[in-house]
């Protein structure tokens, strides 16, 4: 079906005074992410219903589900990932700044050995 | 109940949309006091002459990042409504074509190449659903109905006739039978009646009439069209402005609109209801229904219809709140106008009880109405 034409973003769009444009795309993004968590979380509840109906498990399984061994392990990679994932853009900013700072105190190195030498 | 043009939803996009459905439910019951307070709050923190004057107390709230923030929530809200309609659509919008493709109409849709839409309507995507009201693809395009009819069903669901969202078209026909039970009308108008959710509630209840809808998109009327032929129902949608239409003087017995008025403007409102006037035959009668809000003349209600007006596109909001719409029927040439409020109900029948009152219950369980007969 062509899809040429369509309108996807409604005009005028005014700005918002005061606001910083970085952060209400930010918060845009948050509310975007709750709606896809809001999804997920509602296909996992019509699965856990569909399987309790089915006679396949119960809820409460769920709820008792204790995992250990190689299960536990490999649920704490899982979540390291996910955290990963999401606080990448503090680390690489923080990194970053880091990489900067090194760069001005070896740069101040350089320019101090390069007096001790005259 | 749902009809069989309604676009229809995986899993995932139903979750999806009944989750910005309640975020904006959540928002209205939790946010929206806190900002009122907030507002209020800002406004007697001001000199006397300026805690009312919009344009100071507009800039006193936005130096506050919590009201830029429920601005920013708020519109998001409404923009992910549309995104979340506008997708399941098109991943569907294929199907929905062809089965608004109909071989054997009962009704018609007469478009106007040449139409261009009021400046009130061009200029603004109402509501921010993107393209607004007018915008056509071309030749059997439906996709702008097919988003409003999905989009105010979900907005409204549980509150207006779950998916066929027609208890306000119900409610204006309940009015019709309880007010002027005489009336057997055999040609019917509805002005602006968008994806023809109410002018179907008409043409159910009078099944012999004659029943006609006028709107400004191409699309939209194809989408109308569709929804009605496969309800049924033979309804006429014809393209064209309610200020002033090409149908004859005094050709209608009964004429109305369902929350069209605060999507136009007050120059536009007072044509509108002369143009009512026109068309009905001496004895015909004329219906408006509106949002029954009540208006806070306070700080709080400034500020909402600001937000309506500047961030919802929604201009005339507020303006059509302060409008005397009984004043305006006489202005035009009405006698005996009758202006209250009527019970909102499901399915209009002649031997429902009588809820017509001065009294406003509440949006959603009453609407407000003027009507009178020529």
């Known amino acids: 079906m062509a899809t040429d034409g369509i309108v996807r973003v409604a005009t005028p769009r005014r700005a918002i005074p ?3 444009p970085e952060v209400g795309r930010l918060s845009a993004m948050v509310m975007a992410l709750l709606g896809e968590l809001a999804i997920t979380r509602e296909r996992l509840d019509t699965v ?6 089915a006679n396949v498990l ?7 589900y204790d995992p250990t061994g190689q299960a536990s392990a490999e649920r ?6 996910q955290i990963g994932k999401v606080l990448r853009p503090l680390q690489v900013d923080i990194e970053k700044t880091v990489a900067n ?3 001005k105190v070896a740069n101040a190195d350089a320019v101090l050995e390069e007096e001790v030498k005259k | 109940m749902s009809h069989p043009m309604m676009p229809e939803a995986t899993h995932d996009e139903r979750a999806e949309q009944y989750f910005v459905r309640d975020l904006k439910i959540w928002l209205a019951e939790n946010i929206s006091p806190l900002q009122q307070k907030l507002v209020e709050a800002t406004s007697a923190s001001m000199p006397e002459d300026e805690g009312l004057d919009l344009g100071p107390l507009r800039r006193k709230l936005l130096e506050q990042d919590v009201y830029r923030s429920w601005i920013n929530v708020a519109r998001t809200s409404q923009e992910m409504m549309w995104d979340a309609v506008g997708s399941s659509i098109d991943r569907q919008l294929g199907q929905l074509t062809k089965k608004a493709d109909i071989k054997a109409p009962r009704g018609s849709v007469t478009l106007n190449p040449g139409f261009e839409p009021p400046r009130y309507i061009a200029s603004l995507d109402v509501h921010m659903m993107p393209g607004g009201y007018a915008h056509d693809r ?3 395009d439906i996709r702008q109905g097919a988003l409003m009819d999905r989009g105010g069903a979900i907005y409204m669901l549980g509150r207006n006739g779950g998916l066929m969202n027609d208890i306000r078209g119900q409610t204006t026909v309940q009015h019709l039978l309880d007010v002027y039970p005489d009336l057997e009308p055999k040609r019917i108008l509805e002005l602006g009646c968008g994806v023809g959710v109410s002018t179907v509630a008409a043409a159910s209840a009078f099944p012999e009439a004659e029943v006609y809808g006028v709107d400004v998109g191409g699309a939209m009327l194809r989408y109308a069209h569709a929804r009605a032929e496969h309800l049924g129902q033979r309804v006429h949608f014809v393209q064209g402005n309610a200020e002033r239409t090409d149908f004859p003087d005094e050709s209608f017995d009964f004429v109305y ?3 069209l008025l605060h999507e ?6 007072r044509k509108i209801f002369a143009e009512c006037h026109r068309l009905l035959r001496p004895g015909g009668v004329a219906i408006h229904c509106e949002v029954p809000l009540n208006t806070s003349p306070g700080a709080w209600g400034k500020v909402q219809g600001d937000f309506e007006a500047l961030y919802n596109n929604e201009p005339f909001w507020r303006g059509v709140q302060k409008l005397d719409l009984g004043g305006l029927m006489e202005d035009v040439g009405f006698s005996d106008v009758k202006r209250g409020y009527q019970g909102a109900t499901p399915k209009a029948s002649r031997s429902a009880p009588r809820t017509f009152s001065d009294k406003n219950i509440g949006v959603f369980r009453c609407w407000l109405i003027v009507s009178a007969r020529k």
Do not use: H, P
């Not at chain 1, 856990?48 to 109906?53: D, G, T, Y």
């Open chain 1, 101 to 103: 700072v090194q760069q």
């Open chain 2, 257 to 259: 609109s369902c929350a």
């Open chain 2, 138 to 140: 071309g030749e059997g």
């Open chain 1, 76 to 81: 704490e990679q899982l979540r390291k990932r």
């Open chain 1, 58 to 64: 119960r809820q409460s399984d769920v709820e008792a």
């Open chain 2, 264 to 269: 136009t403007s007050k120059a536009a409102a």
């Open chain 1, 48 to 53: 856990e219903r569909l399987l309790e109906a």
């Open chain 1, 18 to 20: 005061n606001e910083d």
